[in-house]
């Protein structure tokens, strides 16, 4: 498959780092930047000074949460490729459970339960809706030939007479 083409190993796990403290870095400082915004005190110069120390306080922590993350799943995923020989989405609904097992890890063994839980949900439904996009788009690119089956059978026009 196409999607698994991906870097090797090694490399994988730091760019998939990086990815995601880029993603929860600027996703956290939209987030942050309306939160800091409506919990500043009135006033335009007040609201902006607000959000963008909101912004400059919190969005590194939420990138840096993003980065622990990302590093673990794909750390996870690739000792899994080796360990089976294979990408396949398994390997990626498995690390996500196994990564948020880990992660809840000092909260006890039921939350560790739960979290592998929502991980390996969590990315059985992604995985299954990347699927689910490659057949629906390889379907969709098909060109039917208009012979499709013995060319000889096909009826013949004589000119309707």
């Known amino acids: 498959m196409e999607e698994y083409a ?27 930047s309306i939160k800091g915004f409506r919990n500043a005190p009135v006033g335009l ?3 902006l000074k607000g959000s963008a120390n909101a912004i400059r306080i919190r969005a590194p922590q939420i990138g840096g949460s993003f980065a622990v993350w990302g590093g673990l799943f794909s750390t996870i995923d690739c ?6 020989g294979k990408e396949d989405p398994w ?15 000092r909260s006890g063994p039921l939350a ?9 949900i969590l990315l059985a439904l992604i995985e299954g809706f990347g699927i689910l ?14 012979f ?14």
């Open 6 to 32: 991906r870097e090797p190993c090694p490399w994988r796990i730091i760019d998939d780092c990086g990815g995601a403290f880029t993603m929860g870095a600027i996703g956290g400082g939209v987030f942050q």
């Open 45 to 47: 110069r007040y609201r």
């Open 79 to 84: 000792g899994l490729v080796r360990l089976r």
């Open 91 to 105: 390997n990626s609904i498995t690390s996500g459970a196994m990564t948020g097992a880990v992660l809840a890890a």
């Open 112 to 120: 560790m339960v739960g979290s592998a839980m929502m991980g390996g």
């Open 133 to 146: 996009l490659t057949r629906y788009t390889a379907q969709q690119f098909q060109n039917p030939s208009p």
């Open 148 to 161: 499709v089956g013995d060319p000889s059978q096909l009826p013949v026009k004589d000119g309707g007479q």
